[in-house]
């Protein structure tokens, strides 16, 4: 099979670029990266957005390309059927793909209020209301996935798409200090003790660019 290039830009601010990242590696896929220079205004067009846009992230592979997220997944899940990133159930898949459309068009004071930056770190951060109510959703949907189907992960024992796509935002609660209890809790343990979480990380954090209008407390 030919190797893939995935087309992504910062690993510390991009959570659209980490999400098609998590999902070809929970895919198995090969691949190499395609990192978009800092100055590219595309880059900086999609990171300001806080969108899927720009059609980054990109993945390409046997003469296809693909772009958004949930079409990466859906693509990786034909591709690598038995990987998991789409659960075999068919009542899970469907709650599956359900979550990762909410979180693929929806959250969107959240990810205005805390965007991602792996680099940063505002212990006692204000939550406003509107961002709260965003966060209570995704905690509501993380306990109704665990209790259901037995964690560690959203739809059990293997990583899935939904894992992928709510990643950036166990990231956004570290980095804004956003503590959680329980089982939750338990599962933003799991999420950033991920190989894969901790090679992005700590890519991440050699970043030398930064972009200021990430780098207040809002």
Not at 73 to 92: F, N, Q, T
Not at 99 to 111: K, P, V
Not at 185 to 206: D, K, V
């Amino acid at each position: 099979m030919a190797q893939a290039t995935l087309t992504i830009t910062s690993k510390n601010y991009s959570s659209w670029s980490l999400r098609g990242w998590l999902l070809a590696r929970f895919a198995g896929l090969d691949f190499v990266e395609r990192i978009m220079p800092a100055d590219d205004p595309k880059m900086r067009a999609e990171l300001l957005l806080l969108s899927s846009s720009i059609l980054v992230p990109c993945l390409e592979h046997n003469g296809l390309a693909v772009w958004d997220t949930l079409a990466i997944g859906e693509y990786l899940a034909e591709l690598k059927p038995k990987s998991g990133v789409l659960p075999r159930e068919l009542a899970r898949r469907t709650r599956c793909r359900s979550i990762c459309g909410e979180m693929h068009s929806g959250f969107t004071t959240l990810r205005s209020s805390l965007p991602m930056n792996l680099k940063a770190h505002f212990p006692g951060f204000k939550v406003w209301s509107r961002a709260q109510a965003d966060i209570d959703r995704i905690v509501e949907i993380w306990d109704d996935c665990l209790a259901a189907n037995g964690g560690p992960f959203l739809f059990g024992e293997q990583r899935s798409m939904a894992d992928a796509m709510y990643a950036p935002v166990v990231t956004r609660f570290k980095t804004y200090d956003v503590s959680l209890a329980g089982r939750c809790g338990a599962y933003c343990e799991q999420i950033l003790a991920l190989p894969e979480m901790r090679e992005w990380t700590a890519a991440a954090l050699q970043e030398p660019e930064e972009i200021d209008e990430f780098e207040v407390e809002f």
